[in-house]
């Protein structure tokens, strides 16, 4: 049985925790549109190039797109790049929804996410609003890593969420599924848990789970 002490606040991933993601969609989509090494740019947990510099909010959503469409020749407008980006991004299991709204009742919920400017905005309309849901009914706030200027592994991530949630990093728990982000939080002393791809993440809501 998977026990935690002493917990206060709960830290979620946001992509292959709570949004299921498939990667070859997005490579496939930008292959028709004529971006044909998209495919060493994309990883489920840290992506390279002009992709993680949009995540670091090292440039700005016009400046990657601008630079997108030089690299795909078949892209006729914006919308086709921002299709190909967000065709990364599946569901959100209603369940995990009615979760976070669940555990917020107990906790203090909050998202800490590799994402960006485009990202975001799509899966808060598309996943959250779409099924009844906002937000700030999920989560007590949101650290994202283009606001933060800094992006998971990076220690400075933590380092920030800390210092602005005022709180001692073992009365956190944080779930992640990408191990080196596990191994940084832990390194801060923050409690963990590596979730499994698709994995239901309702013994969050048994009792004995906290004891």
Same mark, same amino acid.
């Given at each position: 049985m998977k026990q935690f002490r002493n917990i206060s606040t709960l830290i979620f991933d946001l992509g292959g925790v709570l949004i299921n993601?498939?990667?070859n969609n997005c490579i496939k989509a930008f292959h028709q549109l004529g971006f044909k090494d998209i495919e060493n740019y994309l990883d489920n947990f840290q992506h390279k190039g002009i992709f993680i510099a949009? @995540? %670091?909010?090292e440039v700005s959503t016009e400046e990657f797109i601008t630079t997108l469409r030089a690299a795909c020749p078949q892209a006729h407008s914006d919308s086709q790049?921002?299709?190909?980006?967000?065709a990364y991004l599946l569901d959100i299991p209603v369940a995990k929804l009615q979760l976070l709204v669940e555990l917020r009742?107990?906790?203090?919920?909050?998202?800490?996410?590799?994402t960006n400017g485009i990202h975001f905005p799509f899966i808060s309309s598309t996943q959250f609003e779409a099924q009844g849901y906002t937000i700030q009914q999920c989560f007590d706030k949101c650290y994202l890593s283009h606001e933060?200027?800094?992006?998971?592994?990076?220690?400075?991530?933590? @380092? %920030?969420?800390?210092a602005s949630e005022g709180i001692e990093a073992s009365h956190c728990l944080f779930l992640d599924d990408g191990l080196k982000n596990i191994q940084k939080a832990s390194q801060y002393g923050i409690q963990t848990y590596h979730v499994a791809e698709r994995e239901d993440l309702s013994?969050?809501?048994n009792h004995n789970t906290w004891k």
């Open positions: 993601l498939e990667k949009l @995540e %670091k909010g790049i921002t299709e190909a980006w967000c009742k107990q906790f203090r919920v909050i998202m800490l996410s590799n933060l200027k800094t992006a998971k592994p990076e220690g400075l991530v933590f @380092e %920030k969420l800390l013994f969050l809501l």
